[in-house]
Each structure stands twice: as C-alpha cells, then as structure tokens.
T-cell receptor, first 112, second 118 residues
Framework: GENVEQHPSTLSVQEGDSAVIKCTYSDSASNYFPWYKQELGKRPQLIIDIRSNVGEKKDQRIAVTLNKTAKHFSLHITETQPEDSAVYFCAARPGSQGNLIFGKGTKLSVKP | NAGVTQTPKFRVLKTGQSMTLLCAQDMNHEYMYWYRQDPGMGLRLIHYSVGEGTTAKGEVPDGYNVSRLKKQNFLLGLESAAPSQTSVYFC?????????????????FGPGTRLTVL
C-alpha cells in the first residue's frame, strides 16, 4: 500500500523567513496531494492541494510543488508569520481509493 | 451549516468497557472516514465508508467496528476498550455537495473526540 514520509518532524524559523516541508510517497498511482494545517487543539484544515497533472500551485504565501518522477512533493511558505505556527500534514491519495494516507506531521514554529 | 460534528468531545473509559462515537455531517457527502491521532504518528485511517450501507478497513482497523446506516452519520464502536486505544479520534467527510464545488478530494474534519482508556 501507499506510504508517505514527511521531513522534517520539527522546523523552527524566524519571522519573515521561508519554510519548506518535504514529503515522499511510494505509490506511483497516487493522484492527489493535499496539505493540512492543524493548530493546537484544533481540527486539521486543508490549506492547499495539487493534482498529479500539475507541477506547481500557489496561493498567496504558500505554494506546493510536485515531482512525479521522483515521487516527492513539497510545501513552501514564504514571509512566515507567527500565526503560521502549527503542525502541517502532507497526504497522498492512492489512485484506486478515496481515502488519504498522511505523513506524520511537521511542527513549525515561527519566532517573532 | 454545522459541517462535521462529533459526539462526545471527551470520554474516559475503563479497560473492557464499550462505547460508540458518533459523527454527523450536513453536507450530503458520500465519503466518511474515521482517523486516530497519536503524538508523532500523524493521522491514521481506521475505517471509511464510500456510501450508505458500505464500510471498509483502513490502516489500523483492529479493535474497532463501524456502521453507516444513514448517509449523514458514521458510527465508530469500541467493543472492549484497551489502553492502546487512548487517542484523539477525528471524523472526516468528502464528496460532491454543498461547499465542495464538485470535488471528492477535500476532506472536512470534525472537532475531534479525546478518549482515555484507563
């Protein structure tokens, strides 16, 4: 089955710097890759997603890139702000199913 | 427009007791999911359902049962709770309907249930 690896597990940056979180997946049939943000004590919420027929997608300060050949995708956050501090999860959807397989999460801390 | 709701929010059980967690969604979604979240382990899929009356196993189904008798509800049961089932449980739903723009991909999560088994 699909396996998703996420790195790093923790990331600390200064306010205004960029943050990059990377994920790899194992199932070449996976076709959908979302990123979720979970603030402390809250539910995960979708922040951006990308489909397998697209290489990059941007939404204001966040962007996601996908390399299908290498089977990895990354989340980029520019001009980080303290409110970006949270746990971020990547996920992949195996081609034959509707469910998602999640990475183990990255705890991002943005220091003012 | 409540989205996805979960009942209860907190629960403490003794080993061997049983309980049922209720998930409800008002978005007319076809797909529903149950996850557990443990520190450092991310979100792991327990069971899921692709429609009323259907269920399937996820990554960690042992010790849990589910039922989807109505499209809007997805129940997670623990028949004999064990300390290893101490976790935060999240329900999610996805599908074509209100607030999804015709997309099966985005999963909407409930607020979670914190379960402690002593």
């Amino acid at each position: 089955g699909e396996n998703v690896e996420q790195h790093p597990s923790t990331l600390s940056v200064q306010e205004g710097d960029s943050a990059v979180i990377k994920c790899t997946y194992s199932d070449s049939a996976s076709n959908y890759f979302p990123w979720y943000k979970q603030e402390l004590g809250k539910r995960p919420q979708l922040i951006i997603d990308i489909r397998s027929n697209v290489g990059e997608k941007k939404d204001q300060r966040i962007a996601v890139t996908l390399n299908k050949t290498a089977k990895h995708f990354s989340l980029h956050i520019t001009e980080t702000q303290p409110e970006d501090s949270a746990v971020y999860f990547c996920a992949a959807r195996p081609g034959s199913q509707g469910n998602l397989i999640f990475g183990k999460g990255t705890k991002l801390s943005v220091k003012p | 427009n409540a989205g996805v709701t979960q009942t209860p929010k907190f629960r403490v059980l003794k080993t061997g007791q049983s309980m049922t967690l209720l998930c409800a969604q008002d978005m007319n979604h076809e797909y529903m999911y149950w996850y557990r979240q443990d520190p450092g382990m991310g979100l792991r899929l327990i069971h899921y359902s692709v429609g009323e009356g259907t269920t399937a196993k996820g990554e960690v189904p042992d010790g849990y049962n589910v039922s989807r008798l109505k499209k809007q509800n997805f129940l997670l049961g623990l028949e004999s709770a064990a300390p290893s089932q101490t976790s935060v449980y999240f329900c999610a739903s996805s599908g074509v309907g209100r607030r999804t723009g015709g997309d099966y991909n985005e999963q909407f999560f409930g607020p979670g249930t914190r379960l402690t088994v002593l």
